[in-house]
């Protein structure tokens, strides 16, 4: 009895020392906090695009060895395929002759945003810093031709959505050149910097001052007290003796077993008619506690353990078993998320499509959604899986279009009905944000194409009057409702039933 006792006073003493560390130490933790997450994402990128700039430079030299430089059909084509299937480059623009073609055909698909006198020079490249953290190589091919290509977003390299301009300072250093990646015109002290070493000669420099750190200190706010809880629970632990540890992949799969990831359903309005239309079905992780995760805390950890099969089924299923309970639509689909790997597996599809047979009676459409930011491994078996579910009556949609590695090749290859809009781009309408231009195209495609297209993340109705005024009414966003567990979401069918 006296070693219990003590041992839970020792519990008590080590868990308020603990708290007292956490004080002292909150700066710094806050500090590692953003290091940490930097060096993880720039260390993930590094390892999936290993010699991405080298890489980029001689993809270029590649790309303009078979180019005709006439900006012809064939010129175009073959910029759209080179696009499509690069890891590292997202956009591609040629200017030649005073011609000027694109990923986008006749169509420019970059602007001259950037500063042309910021730049790292080599050779006949030039590496400019460009919008949307995104970084511009400009290739002169001839005196009068010059190629430029859009790298991938170097938003994995750093966390600046909690942090203002003026508080923090982003560098890429090579051959004694510097280029400035962030905006701020202020001095960063160097306090709480560090670097980080690229491939090929490549180091990124990055800087926060002192409201910087106050910045992420409230941000994760709920990562000290997380780590207050990890305390209390390790002395806790340390008073009970206990040592079990359970790994995330165990975690999941006892979710799973226990029926703890389930969907909640967002609704898609016509904007035009004022009716619902459909819904995209969401993960959500509710723990036996009441505690509700989403999909970005755990997807991730879901897809590299191999169980977003067995979840995309449990989330089919209940998805099915929720519709029986109220009436909707012919018209009405409901949108499941799956990635391009499940599209490339025909067993599983068909046994998606047996579950929704055994539900077809009661079963509203079911349409897939397949994101642009993963990539297809194997584009030919997915083409042949999708055209079975499609002739099945299951509709098809490319989720984040514009945003990924697919581009319009995907849309050209596949038998896709739908593309969904990105929200990156709805937030342009109003704004002087050169990707407007890549809404607008992006929309002439879908018209042109005849594709069904809906806006996603629309928060205003300016946002709505302006995609009317281009003929495009499918809605999904917040301006009209947040993703909801289906009792509510039961309740937003009744109330549309009614009117």
Not at 234 to 254: E, G, V, Y
Not at 274 to 280: F, K, N, P, T, W
Request: with cysteine.
């Amino acid at each position: 009895m006296i070693n219990v006792t003590t041992r839970w006073k020792k519990s008590g003493f080590y868990f308020v020392i603990s708290l007292f560390i956490i004080y002292l130490l909150s700066n710094l933790i806050a500090f590692q906090i953003f290091k940490y997450n930097a060096i993880e994402r720039i260390a993930t990128f590094q390892h999936l695009n290993h010699g991405r700039y080298d890489k980029i430079s001689k993809d270029i030299e590649h790309l303009v060895s078979r180019l005709s430089l006439t900006c012809d059909k064939r010129d175009i084509n073959i910029i759209r395929d080179f696009a499509s299937s690069s890891n590292n480059i997202r956009i591609i623009q040629l200017i030649t002759n005073h011609k000027l073609c694109s990923i986008y055909g006749k169509k420019p698909a970059v602007t001259d945003y950037y500063s042309k006198k910021k730049a790292i020079q080599s050779g006949k490249l030039s590496i400019h810093n460009y919008t949307n953290n995104q970084l511009i190589f400009n290739y002169q091919i001839n005196p009068k031709s010059k190629i430029s290509v859009v790298s991938e977003s170097i938003d994995p390299f750093y966390i600046n959505h909690m942090i203002s301009n003026e508080n923090i300072s982003i560098f890429i250093e090579c051959n004694n050149q510097k280029l400035k990646l962030s905006h701020n015109s202020g001095y960063i002290s160097k306090l709480y910097s560090f670097k980080y070493k690229l491939d090929n000669g490549y180091t990124l420099v990055i800087s926060i001052n002192e409201k910087g750190i106050n910045n992420i200190k409230k941000e994760y706010l709920y990562i000290f007290i997380l780590l207050g809880i990890i305390c209390f629970l390790l002395c806790l632990a340390f008073a009970l003796n206990h040592d079990k540890n359970k790994s995330i992949q165990q975690l999941i799969q006892q979710g799973l077993n226990k029926g703890e990831f389930i969907p909640y359903y967002q609704p898609i309005i016509n904007s035009k008619t004022q009716q619902l239309v459909g819904c995209e079905v969401l993960v959500r992780w509710k723990r036996c506690n009441g505690e509700i995760f989403p999909p970005y805390l755990f997807i991730k950890n879901v897809e590299n353990c191999h169980l977003i099969y067995p979840m995309t089924k449990s989330i089919l299923q209940q998805v099915l078993a929720d519709f029986t309970q109220v009436q909707v639509d012919d018209n009405f689909c409901a949108s499941i998320n799956v990635t391009p790997q499940q599209l490339e597996n025909p067993q599983f599809m068909a046994e998606c499509i047996n579950i929704i047979e055994s539900q077809k009676t009661h079963c509203p459409n079911i349409a897939l959604e397949v994101t642009e930011r993963m990539k297809f491994t194997d584009i030919d078996k997915a083409k042949s899986v999708m055209t079975h579910l499609s002739d099945y009556g299951i509709k098809l949609k490319l989720d984040d279009a514009g945003t990924g590695f697919g581009g319009f090749s995907y849309l050209q290859t596949l038998p896709l009905d739908t593309i969904k809009i990105d929200k990156m781009f709805i937030d342009t309408i109003g704004t002087n944000d050169m990707k407007r231009d890549i809404l607008k195209a992006i929309i002439n495609f879908g018209h042109e194409t005849k594709l069904e297209m809906i806006a996603e993340g629309v928060e205003t109705q300016q946002q709505v009057d302006y995609l009317a005024k281009k003929n495009v009414h499918i809605i999904q966003g917040y301006l009209y409702a947040k993703p909801m567990p289906f009792c509510k979401f039961k309740q937003y069918i009744k109330q549309f039933s009614h009117n």
